[in-house]
């Protein structure tokens, strides 16, 4: 569909997690789960939601969603998300390139790091988060 926007989620958005609905009302679709490139840091926010930030040095790939939302679903969404989270461009590890929800840096800060853990829904997995 081309009015649809290709949209990379990394946390709550995510299938079966606490936010998904806002994608579903904003008639988002699932399209498939990938990993980011290997240029990413991922941080908890007090264990309620993540932020991915790219980096040029130390990141990882991240598994995340990615979506078709159209334009005015993507303002629905992106106004329902926490203060200091974003949207920008994601590298996937196949090359392409997508919208995605991003941190913003100042967000991280003095947060726990979590990307060892390759993703939220592993992190979660881990018990460092309920979801």
Do not use: H
């Amino acid at each position: 569909m081309p009015d649809q926007i290709k949209l990379a989620v990394n946390g709550t958005l995510m299938r079966g997690l606490a936010l998904n609905s806002n994608l579903v009302d904003a008639d988002a679709r699932f399209v498939r789960e990938a990993k980011t490139a290997p240029d990413y840091r991922l941080w908890s926010i007090d264990d309620q939601y993540p932020a991915m930030i790219r980096v040029r040095q130390g990141g990882a790939a991240i598994a995340l969603e990615v979506w078709q939302i159209p334009p005015e679903g993507l303002v629905q969404v992106l106004r329902q998300e926490p203060p200091g989270l974003c949207i920008g461009k994601v590298r996937l590890d196949d090359g392409e390139e997508v919208f995605g929800v991003l941190g913003e840096p100042a967000l991280c800060e003095d947060r726990r790091e979590i990307t060892s853990y390759g993703g939220w829904r592993e992190y979660m997995s881990e018990g460092g988060a309920a979801g």
